[in-house]
Nanobody, 114 residues
């Protein structure tokens, strides 16, 4: 199982970015996929999850601003981030739980300038 995240970059506060995570090695239509982030000096935190049925859950800090989605045909999960704030600056990671193991992609850096 391999996950490859992309789409990070530098954006001004109030701007938008869309992260994508391409999964390979299996199909994950029925698996929970998630985005996490880790800001400098802080622990990794859960940002959003999406189940195989498409149910979503978000951290309170991103509700109403971020949207997680998945494309089962392309085996990808995305995170649309709007109204970005400097406190959203972090390395963002995608994750899938697969047969009892957690698989992480390499992170993609999001920097939001004030």
């Amino acid at each position: 199982v391999q996950l490859q995240a992309s789409g990070g970059g530098l954006v001004q506060a109030g701007g938008s970015l869309k992260l994508s995570c391409a999964a390979s090695g299996s199909r994950f239509n029925n698996n929970i996929m998630a985005w996490y982030r880790q800001a400098p000096g802080k622990e990794r935190e859960l940002v959003a999850t999406i189940t195989g049925a498409g149910s979503t859950n978000y951290a309170d800090s991103v509700k109403g601003r971020f949207t997680i989605s998945k494309n089962n045909n392309k085996n990808t999960v995305s995170l649309q981030m709007n109204s970005l704030k400097p406190e959203d600056t972090a390395v963002y990671y995608c994750k899938v739980n697969y047969f009892g193991s957690a698989y992480w992609g390499k992170g993609t850096l999001v920097t939001v300038s004030s």
